[in-house]
C-alpha cells in the first residue's frame, strides 16, 4: 500500500468518528430528557398520591412532567404555584 491509500482510510476513519459524534450528541440529550420527563412523572404522581389527603392534585401532562424533569424539587413547587396563582386562590 502506499502513502495516499492510508492517509484516505486515516481521513474516511477521522470522518466516520465526526459524523459518530455529530449524531451521538443530539441522542444522548434526548434520553436524557425523556429519563427527566419520567422522573418528572414519577415526583408529581407522588405528590398526587401524598398531595389527595390535603385535596392537592396536579395534572400529569408532558408539560408538567418536563418542567419537574428539568428543575427537580423546585419544579415541583412552581407547579403547584402556578396552579394556586392561575386558580386565584393566593
Known amino acids: 500500500m502506499d502513502a495516499s491509500t ?10 466516520l468518528y465526526i459524523v459518530a459524534y455529530i449524531l451521538y450528541v443530539p441522542l444522548k440529550m434526548i434520553v436524557r430528557l425523556i429519563y427527566n420527563a419520567i422522573i418528572g ?17 396536579v395534572a400529569i401532562n408532558p408539560v408538567t412532567a418536563l418542567i419537574v424533569g428539568f428543575l427537580g424539587i423546585p419544579g415541583v413547587v412552581l407547579i403547584i404555584a402556578l396552579k394556586y396563582v392561575v386558580a386565584g386562590r393566593l
Do not use: E, P, Q, T
Request: proline share 0%.
Open 6 to 15: 492510508i492517509v484516505a482510510y486515516a481521513f474516511g476513519l477521522f470522518l
Open 41 to 57: 412523572g414519577l415526583l408529581l404522581w407522588l405528590v398526587n398520591l401524598v398531595g389527595g389527603v390535603f385535596g392537592l392534585s
